[in-house]
């Protein structure tokens, strides 16, 4: 990093500029909890409608630029042409996540069940899954099961990881070799006695099995309290296994709120990490080997609070978090560090995360032609109040739609 402010201040917005943060389509329907799902006017009825509110969220914020799907939610004839609508639109599909989880027959699991059947019917759906990708163009295939047991005997532990290595194998197997498999992990929900991939090690074993295109997500609020989420990232970089995150915020579970809204200083952790372990800005590694092309995602739900600012808002945190890991002085913490400084190198650390960044981000984005503060330009756009009107009629997409 440059010395001066005014080059350093130059460096990180050249950074930030590389910046592209992938929206979940599903934020942008109705959700809830198991106790009421709030419907919202202007939700919307289609995967197209999904992805035209997406686009304001790129279009606002400028790093945005690709949409996730979720199969069946966002369920389609045609591919392709959904891929064209997002390209009209001015975004791109990205990554394909799996359900194997909303199914009568995935009462005891899907890819791990007992019966054959139902591990059959479940690997089908990924194999489609794939297809899919094969017709948006989509880089990963993500997968989370909902896979575990609720009570001490229920099925046999061991057998289950069994069954999930058939069927992680079977799916990797029909990638194309430009395509890849993303593994979440999760602490517990919907199991609360053993969940079949409960933990970042279980993951990262399956995809040292698997080989070079199976990859561990890190959703951030897939952990149990107190975790230290940015060791476990760097150790996924360190070992080339980081594939993407699910970012969101956690105050006591699986809460899925606005990312940097519960813990703006663990973000920065994390995307120090990042900064450090060369997976942003990305670059080729040290041995000259392909970037670590980690997909930078949300996977959040806006329960209570309006869709397309939530993912704004959101959108915002995650820049500030790398605007301000991106401000870290490597070559000063390098020499604390080395010099066994343990208070200067905390301190380097703490001046980046206690800068505020928001003037070089109204800069940044005055600079790139885009409004300096995006919620004030989105809400004077008045979308929100055309789409509520405009949106009359039809099923308003949620869960399980
Ligand atoms: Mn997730």
């Not at 050249?14 to 106790?35: H, M, V, Y």
């Not at 604390?336 to 190198?345: C, E, I, K, R």
Request: charged residues 25%.
């Amino acid at each position: 990093m440059p010395d001066t402010t005014s080059e350093r201040a130059a460096a990180v917005k050249a950074a930030l500029r590389t910046q592209s943060i992938e929206l979940p389509s599903w934020a942008f329907g109705n959700s809830g909890t198991r106790f009421k799902v709030f419907a919202q006017p202007g939700v919307p009825r289609t995967p197209e409608e999904k992805i035209e509110d997406a686009a304001q969220v790129h279009r606002y914020t400028g790093i945005a630029p690709s949409v996730a799907l979720h199969i069946p939610w966002d369920e389609v004839d045609d591919y392709a042409a959904l891929a064209a609508h997002a390209a009209s639109a001015g975004v791109r599909i990205g990554t394909i996540n799996a359900n194997v989880f909303q199914d009568d027959d995935y009462r005891l699991g899907s890819v791990t069940n007992p019966d054959p059947r139902v591990r059959r019917k479940a690997v089908d759906h990924l194999l489609e899954c794939v297809d899919v990708m094969d017709a948006t163009g989509s880089r990963d295939l993500k997968l989370w099961f909902a896979d575990g047991t609720n009570y001490p005997g229920q099925d046999d532990i061991a057998a289950r990881q069994d069954r999930l290595a058939d069927a992680l194998d079977e799916v990797y197997a029909r990638l194309a070799p430009h395509q890849r498999m993303v593994l979440e992990y999760k602490l517990f929900e919907p199991a609360f006695y053993t969940t079949d991939v409960p933990d970042w090690g279980t993951a990262y074993a399956h995809c040292l099995r698997l080989g070079e295109r199976a990859k561990v997500v890190v959703d951030t609020g897939h952990h149990a309290p107190g975790t230290n989420i940015e060791f476990i990232v760097a150790f996924l970089l360190r070992a080339g296994k980081l594939g993407a995150f699910d970012f969101n915020s956690r105050f006591y579970a699986d809460d899925d709120l606005m990312a940097g809204a519960a813990d703006p200083f663990q973000l920065f952790r994390i995307m120090h990490e990042v900064v450090r372990g060369g997976a942003f800005p990305e670059g080729p590694g040290p041995d000259g080997s392909p970037g670590a092309g980690v997909c930078f995602m949300l996977d959040q739900c806006h329960n209570i609070e309006p869709k397309i600012p939530g993912q704004i808002r959101s959108v915002l945190n995650v820049q500030e978090a790398t605007a301000k890991a991106l401000l870290v002085d490597a070559a000063a913490l390098a020499k604390a560090q080395a010099a066994g400084d343990v208070l200067g190198a905390n301190s380097v650390l703490m001046d980046a995360y206690n800068t505020d960044v928001r003037p070089l981000l109204a800069e940044l984005r005055a600079e790139d032609g885009l409004d300096p503060d995006p919620m004030a330009a989105y809400a004077r756009s008045g979308y929100g109040e055309r789409i509520a009107a405009e949106r009359v009629g039809g099923a308003q997409a949620g869960w399980g739609a």
